[in-house]
């Protein structure tokens, strides 16, 4: 369920998201094979399982640069990274060139290349420990506010869970060395098993940490941004006026204007005026009491946006409200759409992107969007 997530989520934040997909991926290959073995489901290949066990090792630099990417602006691979997955490859291709692990792997006695698995994880873990301890411990950014609190606790998981990881290899590794068995890692095979649930588990239920901290910072910056701008769309002073009929009208409604204002708003907010999908002009100011081209006017000089953009905006407010009101416990998106005023849900999903940055549904599942 997780992995069927991260597919549909990959979008969000690529950069940031190929490196889970592959850890993750790696997890997940390692587990189904070892488990096979375990419950000898296995009626081939036996002699080397090994190598399954090995790749593990792959995860070591991937989780230094998927946590890079979390909070950090990284938005590329360069090639020059894949010299840091040189070593862990050739130790999983010398399990295929030797099952038995006990002569030398590249010239290499055993002891150095045990050695050398402990020295690469322990830099690895270093290298996370220096990174989360400037981009997150000590640093100033906006993380420590609330909304960014749920990728900041998620980063500092992934540095506990890499020390746990860690250790529990060097724990193993040892034990395997002075027994002279094969470096597979059996012993507390428990601990990291229950540790990738909880990982799993958590994206599961906190699917947004797929965004990683730029990204999620750029989506609630813009939404900020949007939900300010729908109260700054009106403008009381005017430039130049282009007719004398609206000379004359300009003449009429100078004092009347905020008023005339405030009146259409609150036929938007308070009556929802907009849930019907064929309301025109002419039904405002007909609900206003006014001639037409009064409306007109105001549309015309006073507003930043035309009528029509007017309505998608409030109907697209009037559906956040009644998603937090819980409505969609009940409905469906596509009936939202009909009851806010749109005539079909492909427009609604249009207008909704468009105005909050979110689709319907990431908007739904996504607890950092707050109740305006």
Known sequence: MTMILLSFSFRSNKSVNIFLFLILSIVCLRMLLLGSYEMKLQTFGKDIPEPYHAIILINIPLFYFYIKSIVTDSK????????HFIFPLLVVLSFFKNSQFTE?????????????????????????????RTQLWQSKHKINEKKYKLIRNWTNFLFVLAILLTVRNIISFTIDFSTNSIAHGYPFSIIPALIWLIVFGKILISPEILHGLPKLEEKLKKLENDNEAIYNFWNNSIAKVSNQNDLRLKEKLSSKTLNLIEE???IANEKKLFRNQKITISDVANELGIPVSH???????HCKISFI???TIHKIEDAKQLIHASYLKT????????YVGFSSYSPFFIAFKKCTGFSPNEFVISPIIEKN
Do not use: D, G
């Open 104 to 132: 030398n792997f590249f010239a290499l006695p055993l002891t150095l290349k045990y050695t050398a698995i402990i020295v690469f994880s322990l830099v690895y873990l270093l290298k996370i420990f220096q990174l989360v």
């Open 331 to 338: 409905n469906t998106l596509e009936s939202l759409a009909f």
């Open 264 to 266: 259409i708003e609150i």
């Open 76 to 83: 590329s691979f360069k090639w020059k990274h894949v010299l």
């Open 309 to 311: 953009e007017f309505k």
């Open 295 to 301: 409306v007109v006017y105001l549309f015309k000089y």
